[in-house]
Structure formats: C-alpha cells, structure tokens
T-cell receptor, first 108, second 117 residues
C-alpha cells in the first residue's frame, strides 16, 4: 500500500545549523515525490518536486529509491524557514498521499 | 488568477446538522482534491474529482460524506448529520492535470475550519 512517513512531528534547530526533514515512502511503482510547506497563516504550497531537481529557498531533496527516502535538506537554516513541512507522493490514479507533517522551528 | 477559493472559511454546526463546504478551483483547472486535517494530525486524502466524475473516493468515510464537482459551479463537500469528530480543517486543492498527463502540482485553498458543537 502507498504510504508516506515523516517520523519527526517536531524539529528544532538553531539558526545557521543544517536541517534535515526525513521522509520515507512505500510505493510499488515509480512515484513522484513532493515537499509542500505551510508557513504561519498561509496556505499550503509546493516547495519542490523531485523531478525538477531544483533548489528552492536553499532546500534540496534527493530521491533515494534504494532507501525509499526523499529527505529535505538545507545547509544553513534561517528563521523564516520555520513552518510545517509535508512530504507527498503521487502514484497511479493521480492520487496524492501526504505524510503527517513535520513542524520545523528555527531558533534565533 | 485568484487561486483556489474555499468558503466559508469557518463553519460552526450543531450535532445533527448538515455542513456544506465549497471549493472553486483555479481558472482552467478541472481536477479537485479534498483533504481533511484533524487536530494534531496531517493531511488525509478524502476524494479526487474531475468535472461530473468521482475518480477516487477511497478516503471518504462510508457514511454521511459525499462530494460532487458539477459541470458548472464549485465542488461541494457535504457532511450530513455532523458529529463532534467531524471537527477539522478541510482543504481543497486543484490541478490542471489532463487525463493521461504526468502528475502536476496541486494548488491549495485556504481551508474551511469546521467546528461541531
């Protein structure tokens, strides 16, 4: 069955420290993976998608099919990165599966 | 483009009443998804619709919940005889995905917060 797991519900890091938000997935085919972000009082929005292989706001994510992971990383966290982050998977039938989210707090 | 619109933003109902949540997708988008976010939990898929078609409703509770996306007008998520456990944030997302095309980005609405007294 398709599943997205974000093991950390809460994550706190100091400003300037590296940050990694973990995401593991379960899917039998070739999934498309996404990271969505929700800043305080804003709507959920796409941060990045694995097929684009891009860096957005300093964040990158690499799809590791061997480990079935799609961890989100940033070398130097900023205060404005504090938000709720959701990992999502899209598979057959165009259904999306979201993880339970990780709340990131960057401490000044 | 005004983005995905949802109304009302806040809805209060008493137990046993009906709740109707509306979602207007972005212009040109013909695919709508509904998600529910219970307190302290993540987003959970409920239903995926195209115009006049329910594509996947595997996340919908079997009773009291229904969804539609008519040819004209917004998508409606309807909850009959609400109970306290229905209190949650309900999010709608739309996508311009065409049938057979690769997965495309979802654009989210601001959500409707339903409170059942």
């Amino acid at each position: 069955a398709q599943r997205v797991t974000q093991p950390e519900k809460l994550l706190s890091v100091f400003k300037g420290a590296p940050v990694e938000l973990k995401c593991n997935y379960s899917y039998s085919g070739s999934p498309e993976l996404f990271w969505y972000v929700q800043y305080s009082r804003q709507r959920l929005q796409l941060l990045l998608r694995h097929i684009s292989r891009e860096s957005i706001k300093g964040f990158t994510a690499d799809l590791n099919k061997g480990e079935t992971s799609f961890h989100l990383k940033k070398p130097f966290a900023q205060e404005e990165d504090s938000a709720m982050y959701y990992c999502a998977l899209s598979g057959t039938g165009n259904q999306f599966y979201f993880g339970t989210g990780t709340s990131l707090t960057v401490i000044p | 483009n005004a983005g995905v619109m949802q109304n009302p933003r806040h809805l209060v109902r008493r137990r046993g009443q009906e709740a109707r949540l509306r979602c207007s997708p972005m212009k040109g988008h013909s695919h709508v998804y509904w998600y529910r976010q219970l307190p302290e939990e993540g987003l959970k898929f409920m239903v995926y619709l195209q115009k006049e078609n329910i594509i996947d409703e595997s996340g919908m509770p079997k009773e009291r919940f229904s969804a539609e996306f008519p040819k004209e007008g917004p998508s409606i998520l309807r909850i009959q005889q609400v109970v306290r456990g229905d209190s949650a944030a309900y999010f709608c997302a739309s996508s311009p995905l065409a049938s057979g095309a690769p997965t495309d980005t979802q654009y989210f609405g601001p959500g409707t917060r339903l409170t059942v007294l």
